[in-house]
């Protein structure tokens, strides 16, 4: 069955420095997603991104956050200058409708995570 | 305020019993969209079920079924005869029709299955 991966599954970075986290979403899926998990905390949307442009940000995704689509398979998450409070895990998604037509409402579905450390 | 709202932080049971876990919700569209994922200690993300705002059918599958009332805003998720393995965090969303993409997370509920 097809999955969401990401690399790495553990980042350990020192503040100020950039990192950038690499998703593959699931290959006919068209809406790719990155949300994040503090430690014992519920899970907060960051960014959305379709046809290769932000369509939905949170207040989260600040100047330091940026996503792109370098090629047809990978998707990644910036942060450029890594605070403490950026710890945390991060999560990729991606979704369609089997038809290939991504509406509101598909189920997403989420890789294993990024679990990122900043010192 | 919540868009999604689950009160019990930590439950725990005993192997065999049953366990609901509630998830209120909140939101002025009419179409709207409900979630339950699962995150084992492992830390993923496993999608267990996706209701839309139109159908109020109870959901059954396996030992997993959901109680979705439209009149209550609630979307309940029922556990029959638990099991060591369910022991994980439980996390309702909500996706509303209108406004975008975006998963709204419940805070999540810590089931605790004890042999």
């Known amino acids: 069955e097809p999955e969401v991966t990401q690399t790495p599954s553990h980042q350990v970075t020192q503040m100020g420095q950039e990192v950038i986290l690499r998703c593959v979403p699931i290959?006919?899926?068209?809406?790719f997603y990155w949300y994040r998990q503090i430690l014992g905390q519920k899970v907060e949307f960051l960014v959305s991104?379709?046809?290769?442009?932000?369509?939905?940000k949170s207040e989260i995704f600040d100047d330091q956050f940026s996503v792109e689509r370098p090629d047809g398979s990978n998707f990644t998450l910036k942060i450029r200058s890594t605070k403490l409070e950026d710890s945390a895990m991060y999560f990729c998604?991606?979704?369609?409708?089997?038809?290939?037509?991504?509406?509101?409402?598909?189920?997403?579905?989420f890789g294993p995570g990024t679990r990122l450390t900043v010192l | 305020a919540q868009k999604v709202t689950q009160a019990q932080t930590e439950i725990s049971v005993v192997e065999k019993e049953d366990v609901t876990l509630d998830c209120v919700y909140e939101t002025r569209d009419t179409t709207y969209y409900l979630f339950w994922y699962k995150q084992p200690p492992s830390g993923e993300l496993v999608f267990l079920i996706r209701?839309?705002?139109?159908?109020?059918q109870n959901e059954i599958s396996g030992r997993y079924s959901w109680n979705f009332q439209k009149s209550t805003s609630s979307f309940n998720f029922t556990i029959t005869a638990s099991q060591v393995v369910d022991s994980a965090v439980y996390f309702c969303?909500?996706?509303?029709?209108?406004?975008?993409?975006?998963?709204?997370f419940g805070t999540g509920t810590s089931l605790t299955v004890i042999p």
């Open positions: 991104f379709y046809n290769n442009e932000i369509s939905e």
């Open positions: 290959s006919n899926h068209l809406y």
């Open positions: 998604a991606s979704s369609t409708f089997p038809s290939g037509r991504a509406v509101k409402g598909d189920t997403q579905y």
């Open positions: 209701r839309n705002s139109f159908d109020e």
């Open positions: 969303a909500l996706s509303e029709g209108q406004t975008g993409n975006q998963f709204y």
